[in-house]
């Protein structure tokens, strides 16, 4: 709250990323006060950033400094100096991965169709040679092999290529990922190439980048004077999570007279003694992550709806006396 305070150097808010670092100013609270006796919330203040660029980084003695430069205490709402504070809270974000810009000029050569596991994506060549998919998904597992093709829309140039790229490690480029041979190209196509995600590749979803262009180097940024570009998501998982849930699975007895079984985005957990199941149903997806953590009414069929991407999913039940445990494909 500000009450009636006087324009000064010291009004500010800082912080420094430990006890021993220059502080770095975040906010100005006499620039952006509100009216006097009126309160006014400000979020968005990024943290990590303003650290950056100052070098620094949050540690465990992480500070923030509040400044009040004036004559009186504030001794009433709007008749007095300084500013109140009220509800601070530091919450950590989701990173935000960025990618380098790709497009090209001239529709002539074109992406007309992308297939690879679940995508099946056939389209016209968008204007500005750039068309965001990466709401258009599929699922890969490390160690397992996948086979893409890419058809080019015009077959008319055979100095044509085609350039695929996945962001393995997920830090936002395409530079130190493992290279991906594109069968067909130089061609008109369709090019074909077989995937299959490093062992080391990390889980989640993650960005691949499709290009076909005109003769020339073909590269996962920058401008082209004819072609398309188009983006999609992978999602990733690992034979190493995929092992821990089996191992799970295997070592946590499931009763014959208990199923649990998916039908579309549905679970169903079902007791075939026709007795009430009491207890909770926790969903993990296959990273070990919790998805959905609900208890059970007392009824020898429960039925949940999981709004999720099509994917396996752990489903792990405690009763009263005991724990149950299975894998289910939602689509």
């Known amino acids: 709250m500000h009450h009636g305070e006087e324009t000064h150097a010291g009004d500010r808010v800082w912080i420094r990323g430990s006890s021993s670092d220059s502080w770095v100013e975040v906010y100005d609270l006499f620039t952006n006060k509100a009216s ?87 389209s016209a060549c968008t204007s500005g040679g750039y068309h965001d998919y990466t709401g258009v998904s599929t699922s890969m597992t490390t160690g397992s092999t ?45 090019y074909s190439a077989s995937i299959t995600p490093p062992t080391g590749a990390a889980a989640g979803n993650t960005r691949m980048r499709v290009r076909i262009t005109y003769t020339g180097t073909v590269s996962s940024c920058g401008s082209t004077s004819y072609g398309e570009v188009e983006d999609y998501t992978i999602n990733v998982s690992s034979m190493q999570n995929m092992a821990s849930v089996d191992e799970e699975i295997n070592e946590i007895e499931l009763e ?30 296959i990273t070990g992550k919790i998805v959905l953590n609900q208890k059970l009414e007392k009824s020898n069929l429960n039925v949940i709806e999981l709004n999720s991407k099509s994917a396996y ?19």
């Open 36 to 122: 006097a006796g009126s309160w006014k919330t400000v979020t968005g203040i990024d943290v990590d950033a303003a650290l950056a660029g100052a070098s620094q980084s949050i540690t465990s003695t992480f500070q923030i400094r509040f400044g009040e430069q004036d004559n009186y205490p504030a001794s009433s709402t709007t008749q007095s100096d300084g500013f109140t504070f009220d509800d601070i809270n530091l919450e950590e974000g989701t990173s935000i991965i960025t990618y380098c810009d790709a497009s090209a000029s001239t529709c002539d050569e074109y992406i007309s169709r992308v297939q690879v596991g679940s995508i099946d994506n056939s």
């Open 146 to 190: 996948y086979s893409m093709t890419v058809t080019n829309g015009n077959t008319s140039w055979s100095s044509d290529q085609c350039g695929i790229w996945i962001d393995w490690n997920q830090n936002g480029d395409f530079t130190d990922d493992n290279a991906i041979t594109v069968s067909g190209s130089p061609g008109v196509g369709p």
């Open 256 to 285: 014959s007279h208990l199923l649990i079984y998916s039908n579309d985005n549905k679970i169903f957990i079902q007791n075939l003694y026709e007795e009430a199941i009491e207890g909770e149903a926790i969903i993990y997806d």
């Open 313 to 331: 999913y752990i489903v792990k039940v405690i009763s009263t006396d005991k724990v149950y445990s299975s894998l289910v494909f939602i689509k």
